[in-house]
């Protein structure tokens, strides 16, 4: 995932396992996960064994003012969405099962989101996920970057109408420990802007992990790159593949693993997304890092050898699959 002032969408060559996983979409709109695959990241470790850790814990106890018994909401089950630079729009929305669209906010941008794509997307009953990104290390700038940088995103907010939205802030690189202490004050200067009920964090499995463990972040989305196989059960999505092209736009894959994932609900749902049809999507359980946090491998069939998955040496870094960086 790149910043908007990157200077447009970069893009290596098509995956060389560009088939990684299969995903099917059952009778209730719910992606269906079948067979398993390596995927890399940016260290040299590979993927370990993959399962089916998709599963969201069961759903809290909630009472309805005035109720005197606690009821429990349906089971959660992860659903698909998209992120891209530009709308990728309803008509190849509807067909592939996409629940939610990740758009940038930026005011001004040609390529962040529109009041008219957002009528239009919420007309289709797909949700939206607000993002703020100018470059790939903007966290480093700390306190006072994260500070103006919410109010730039809020300003975006307002102008669509939209005041009251999550925001997911983006370290979009390798972030080490060392770097942590200019992630969290960043962090801690956009809370300072838009709450920290509605601050969210993009990265790789540590800095969310660290973004967590110090209560700094409200919401969670995990990369597949950077990750080492983990994925934190907090973060409620989950980027798995970048590079991929739906209506001629490219796009990353995404599911949301949890009920609550920051996303603006559509008021009125005038249309549905249909189901996808088999072979058209790509699944993380396929990708060999679905798996429980801290390493631990969920129960499932073993992946293949790097070698064997052709992801090994430039097929694995030039294609696309280890930094979502360089995917926009």
Known sequence: MAGLAGGGQGHGPAPAAASLARVTVNAAGRLAHTGAAHAGTTHTRAAQ????????PPAPAVRRPGAGKAV???PWHPVLGLDSMQGVGPSALTHTGVHFEARYIAPGNPK?????ELATLQR???RVVAIWEQGAMDMLGGYQAGRSAAQQAQQGLNSLGIPHAAMYFCADFDASAAQQGAINGYLRGAASVVGLHRTGLYGGYWAIKRAFDAHLIQYGWQTYAWSGGRWDPRAALRQYSVNQYRGGVPVDLNLAVHRNYGAIYPAVHHAQPQHAHPGQLQSPAQSGLVQASGGQASSGPTSPSPTGSGLTGSGLTGSGLVSPARAR
């Open 49 to 56: 064994t993959a399962g089916n850790g998709l599963a969201a």
């Open 72 to 74: 429990h909401h349906t």
């Open 112 to 116: 962040s989101l529109t009041r008219g």
């Open 124 to 126: 289709y009953g797909t």
